[in-house]
């Protein structure tokens, strides 16, 4: 949903005029450090487990492991790091 055309035009729409191009960078930031991230470790875990030790389930697994952890992660953040409007 962050990638969608509508998204990146409703953010131009309420970026204060002399910041718009630093408004409109952050929706494509989750993609540079996603890139950059996944290809080394998605390349490190593809060797260990498939050409190495002949597990590529482990190496699903392992995926599922980091995603489940971030929900995590996303959850004790707002649970305790997000400011309570009261």
Do not use: C
């Not at 005029?17 to 408004?23: E, F, G, H, S, T």
Request: hydrophobic content about 50%.
């Amino acid at each position: 949903m962050t990638t969608h055309p509508k998204f990146i035009a409703y953010i131009g729409l309420i970026a204060p005029d002399d910041k718009k191009a630093l408004y409109l960078g952050y929706p494509f930031l989750y993609g540079v450090i996603g890139s950059g991230v996944g290809e080394i470790l998605g390349a490190w875990l593809h060797v260990l487990y498939v050409d190495r030790m002949n597990q590529p389930s482990m190496l699903w697994l392992t995926f599922s492991m980091i995603g489940m952890l971030i929900i995590i992660g996303l959850l004790l953040y707002n649970k305790f790091l997000v400011p309570k409007n009261r």
